[in-house]
């Protein structure tokens, strides 16, 4: 802290504040060198043990308070929490290390939510040394500026170390409100003290409210109504301390949640009907629609909501002119265009009839005349990091005090606060936005059908902030009508966990698309989890069912067992499956299970978030889901919202939740077929004819002439490239014909770009251009080729057999 001339150099401060009961909540550095006490020991014990501060060497005689030094504030703080008016002194302290200390002391009085009600500021009194009485006098100074131009509004905060933002904003917010305090040493330069109080003004104002109050008991004060101009001295500090717990107030009313409707009905109502009559918020779009921080600064092309309006005057007189919900862009020449733009409050003390005009003049289809006219507007801008991302219209009766320029600036302080807790809430929305966006680009999208299986998921984020995780299911097609059935859980949550998800999910697919079995894909997946990064941990389960031979495969990588239902009872169990180490652990070997099912079982498969409860055993949760797997449902979508009711009870889940079920319907013996070839160029011709049959068994003669051609390009393509002894053909008829050749050569076919001389190459691209879909994978014993084909019945119409 500066001063002048006479004073060298800068003067050390103790900073002390001083809680509702009298004890010390904060000691900074200064404090235990000026009074002797650690910061350990001060903390919580009573200020004026600490701080023996008496014997004033400086009274005014003119002064109407004395006995108020600092001894007799701190024993009233302790006795009833009363710390009374701003104040300061000079007196006599004693140091345990340095004896007797002659000390400049200031008290301020602070109001709010908090227990701090009292901010001391104490300095050595031995650079004064002069106690002559013109030199050392206090003085009123609203905004103290010091030698080097720098406002001390830039230095407060300087001088207190070592405070939480929140304590030290308060503090400095609400010195701003009061104005500078001086202790004048020269005509020109100044240390913070009090402002005004002390003074013989003061003490003859503080007289003749004595006497006032003597004589009229107190009533309550409309801070915006107007007063007496004989009065206005004395309202004065009352005024100043009403905006304060008025701003004080909305703080803590506003940013209740990260909700933004909802944070920003509470900025709209905060000011209504306290500062103002009226009161409309306006967002810009980007803001509003949870989007990213918004470009540039606003112009006449800029689209703002009107999204809450609260007001005091009778209900639905705004509704039609001014509704909720509106998008507008605003005339250039208006106040509110003015605001936005400059992003400085607009005060217009009275409007007239004059200025009613030209400003309804500007909108078209309305008439805002009737609403504005006498009115007293300000108009104040919804900042954060300098860009405006709203406005609030704030606009009181005629009759009303009108807005001034202190309304101005606690207009401004109000806005200022919100557009913090508005940003908050944006920042918020825009990152769920984003979370939410990337969890569900990472989530499949199932099809419901597949052969011989039916499927139904649900998908529920976790009710934490950050709430995207790292759950996720998938159903895979295999060859030979066979389905994986997936689910995992990636450890933790945030985005790294989605993104490690992503990873997770795309390397099982690309594996099980290489048909290797169960236990073999989980081997792999922990050996790529452990290259990928010591923090890549999951559980995963991943299950094969073959629907011809009504069988499923499982391993389990350290998840919670999958649920199986019988169709044939109604009863459900848990899986007893081998349990492996979590993917990532390393070193583990993974073992695989063979479970019989029979059509129309059902296999349920969830993450623990759905099951596991804090302060509950898992074993209770994996027990509801048994209980509620087995209710009868009239469809798999209903089966999965029964199970989500029961255990979805909203009461301690915070994990995400994945869920899969799957029907079991199998492939009756009846809808396959199968035959052995010999590796001979006639087998072409047995295929053909073998299918041609086949089909016509079914019923699907019309199926039979793009079948046949299909058939011969496989097999022919067997015969002539394998060095296979024998091959396999098969038929399974679901929604779509399958057909399957099957050699002993590893090597798997590929499409290649065929030359047009060339005599070979050609049949990859037939199948390719009339199957439905075609593909090829590595069995233990060489390959299989398949396709699959659209079914067209006798009739002409596509077949529903399943």
């Excluded at 920003?264 to 000011?271: D, K, L």
């Excluded at 390397?507 to 890549?536: K, S």
């Excluded at 087995?630 to 209903?638: R, V």
């Amino acid at each position: 802290m500066h001063h002048g001339t006479p004073v060298p150099g800068r003067i050390p401060l103790a900073v002390v504040v001083v809680g509702s009961a009298g004890q010390a909540t904060h000691w900074s550095t200064g404090a235990r060198k000026l009074f002797g006490y650690d910061r350990d020991e001060a903390v919580g014990a009573p200020a004026a043990d600490l701080m023996p501060i008496g014997g004033a060497l400086h009274e005014d005689p003119d002064d109407g308070h004395r006995g108020t030094g600092l001894d007799a504030r701190l024993g009233r703080a302790a006795a009833d929490g009363a710390t009374g008016y701003p104040s300061a002194g000079r007196a006599r302290s004693h140091s345990p290390e340095r004896g007797p200390v002659e000390v400049l002391w200031w008290a301020y009085p602070l109001a709010g939510p908090g227990e701090e009600r009292l901010l001391v500021l104490a300095a050595d009194a031995g650079p004064f040394r002069s106690s002559a009485r013109e030199q050392v006098f206090p003085g009123f100074a609203p905004h103290t500026t010091l030698p080097d131009g720098e406002s001390l509004a830039d230095r407060l905060p300087d001088i207190l170390p070592n405070m939480g933002p929140a304590l030290s904003g308060r503090i400095v917010s609400q010195v701003l409100e009061l104005g500078y305090p001086v202790l004048e040493f020269s005509q020109h330069q100044r240390v913070p003290v009090t402002p005004d109080w002390g003074t013989p003004k003061y003490a003859e104002r503080e007289a003749r409210r004595a006497a006032r109050t003597a004589t009229a008991a107190p009533r309550p004060r409309d801070p915006a109504a107007p007063v007496d101009p004989a009065d206005a001295p004395d309202l004065e500090y009352a005024a100043v301390r009403e905006r304060l717990e008025f701003l004080n107030e909305v703080s803590g009313s506003i940013g209740t949640s990260l909700d933004l409707a909802r944070t920003i009905r509470e900025v709209t109502s905060a000011a209504v009907p306290r500062f103002t009559d009226f009161a409309g918020t306006h967002l810009r779009a980007a803001v509003l629609a949870g989007e990213g921080f918004p470009d540039g600064p606003p112009d006449v092309t800029t689209v703002w909501h009107r999204v809450w309006v609260e007001h005091n005057d009778e209900p639905g007189r705004w509704d039609d002119t001014v509704p909720v919900g509106e998008a507008i862009a605003f005339p250039e020449h208006t106040p509110f265009f003015q605001c936005m733009v400059t992003g400085e409050p607009v005060l217009i003390p009275r409007i007239g009839e004059e200025l009613a005009n030209r400003i309804s003049g500007q909108f078209e289809k309305r008439d805002l005349r009737p609403l504005i006219n006498g009115r007293s507007m300000l108009v104040v801008p919804l900042k954060a990091r300098d860009v405006v991302l709203g406005f609030m219209v704030l606009m009181r009766r005629d009759g009303r005090t009108p807005f001034d320029d202190m309304d101005r600036t606690t207009g401004a302080e109000l806005a200022a606060r919100a557009g913090l807790v508005l940003d908050n809430a944006r920042m918020y929305t825009y990152q769920e936005n984003v979370a939410d966006t990337l969890q569900d680009s990472m989530l499949p999208q199932l099809t419901p059908r597949m052969a011989g299986c039916d499927t139904a998921t649900r998908y529920l984020p976790g009710t934490r902030l950050g709430r995207v995780g790292g759950d996720w299911f998938d159903s895979i097609k295999l060859p030979g009508s066979r389905t994986a059935l997936v689910v995992g859980d990636v450890m933790g949550h945030g985005l790294n966990s989605a993104a490690m998800m992503g990873q997770l999910r795309t390397a099982v697919q690309t594996m099980a698309a290489l048909d290797l079995p169960p236990e073999q894909l989980l081997r792999n997946l922990d050996d790529l989890a452990q290259r990928l990064g010591e923090h890549y941990l999951a559980t995963c389960l991943y299950a094969v069912y073959d629907p011809i031979r009504s069988e499923l495969r499982i391993a389990n990588a350290g998840h919670i067992p999958p649920v199986l239902v019988r169709a044939a009872d109604g009863r459900s169990m848990l899986l007893d499956l081998p349990t492996g180490a979590p993917i990532g652990v390393g070193g583990v070997a993974f073992e695989a299970a063979t479970v019989p099912v029979a059509p129309g079982d059902r296999l349920v498969l969830c993450t623990d978030g759905l099951v596991e409860v804090r302060g509950q055993d898992i074993g209770a949760g994996l027990a509801a889901l048994c209980e509620s797997a087995a209710h009868p449902a009239a469809s798999m979508d209903d089966a999965c919202d029964t199970i989500i009711r029961a255990l979805n009870t909203g009461e301690g889940r915070k994990d995400d939740v994945a869920l899969l079920m799957a029907r079991l319907n199998g492939i009756p013996a009846e809808h396959t077929a199968a035959w052995q070839l010999e590796r001979a160029p006639a087998e072409v011709r047995r295929a053909r004819r073998l299918v041609r049959g086949q089909l016509a068994e079914w019923g699907l003669e019309a199926a039979a002439p793009t079948a046949e051609s299909l058939v011969s390009e496989l097999v022919t393509n067997a015969v002539r490239h394998t060095e296979s002894s024998s091959l396999g053909l098969r038929l399974v008829r679901t929604d779509v014909l399958l057909c399957e050749v099957t050699d002993e050569d590893h090597a798997l076919p590929a499409l290649l770009g065929a030359d047009p001389g060339a005599e070979s190459g050609r049949g990859l691209r037939v199948v390719s251009a009339l199957a439905r879909e075609w593909g090829a994978s590595h069995t233990g014993r060489g390959k299989t080729v398949w396709f699959e084909q659209s079914l067209v019945s006798a009739t002409g119409t596509g077949s529903n057999i399943r």
